[in-house]
């Protein structure tokens, strides 16, 4: 893999490590600030919905983490490409049942990282 490969993988990781967080653990206080659209009275009866869904990010990013770790040129490409490829669907499904930000946020960084991977 390229360094610039690399870097968008670990963007993506970084990513949604941060998403992990900010779901498990900052729900009921940032997540005020960030959706300023959600009633503000559904954080709190939400806050379990929101870990779960964290933790689910934080395996997504688990996942791109351990590529940097898998010394096999072979494996190490299926594996990101795999993870790659789910954080891509879960931002498409995100963005058309939640936020067309999501798009952006979280499905372009990963379809970039993943042509950057193909490309290599």
């Not at 490969?5 to 949604?16: G, P």
Request: hydrophobic share 60%; aromatic share 16%.
């Amino acid at each position: 893999m390229t360094l610039a490969t690399n870097i968008l993988i670990a963007f993506v990781a970084l990513l949604h490590l941060y998403i992990m967080w900010f779901e498990m653990f900052a729900w009921t206080t940032r997540g005020r600030k960030i959706f300023r659209n959600f009633p503000k009275d559904l954080f709190e009866p939400t806050k379990t919905m929101a870990a779960n869904q964290g933790l689910y990010n934080g395996f997504l990013a688990a996942g791109l983490i351990w590529t940097f770790f898998i010394e096999n040129p072979e494996w190490k490409t299926n594996v990101a490409i795999f993870f790659l490829i789910c954080v891509a669907v879960a931002g498409i499904y995100g963005a058309m049942t939640a936020s067309k930000k999501i798009l952006f946020v979280q499905t372009l960084p990963a379809l970039l990282a993943l042509a950057a991977l193909l490309l290599s």
